[in-house]
């Protein structure tokens, strides 16, 4: 397999300014999508942050702290976005056991746990 550097490979690269934004912004929601349409685990956790975030905004708690318990919820989403990557990126490659692959797909796997862990511990405190 012949790597070359991106910058050869990707038509996108040589974008700059407003254009890039914008295009970048619709890659984005593209991901977005694709992450909802596809992923269950996304959904779950979109369906937990809906819940959460709203439930948030009521405790009686100080502006720092629905900070943290809010960005640890997106924390949760983010990382699951990435697993869900990692994931399909694995799946373009083989479908076939490999050991490499069950362990790349484990380790996003334990990524989210790990998210969901801190989530709880933020929420609880």
């Keep these: 397999m012949n790597l070359q550097s991106s910058e050869q490979n990707s038509p996108h690269k ?3 300014g407003l254009d890039r934004i ?3 912004y619709g890659y984005s929601l593209c991901g977005l999508r694709a ?3 596809h992923e269950a685990a996304f959904r779950q956790e979109l369906l937990l942050a809906l819940v959460l975030i709203p439930l948030t905004l009521f405790l009686h708690a100080t502006p720092i702290e629905k900070a943290l318990i809010i960005a640890s919820i997106f924390g949760v989403l983010i ?3 990435k697993n ?3 994931e ?3 799946d373009l490659i083989t ?5 490499l692959a069950k362990r790349a797909k484990d380790i996003g796997s334990a990524a989210v746990l790990l998210s969901l862990t801190n989530l709880a511990v933020v929420f609880e405190s």
């Design 88 to 90: 399909a990126v694995v």
């Design 22 to 24: 914008i295009r970048a």
């Design 35 to 37: 992450a909802f349409r």
């Design 79 to 81: 990382v699951e976005l």
């Design 14 to 16: 040589g974008k700059t």
């Design 84 to 86: 869900s990557a990692i």
């Design 95 to 99: 479908l076939e056991h490999h050991e």
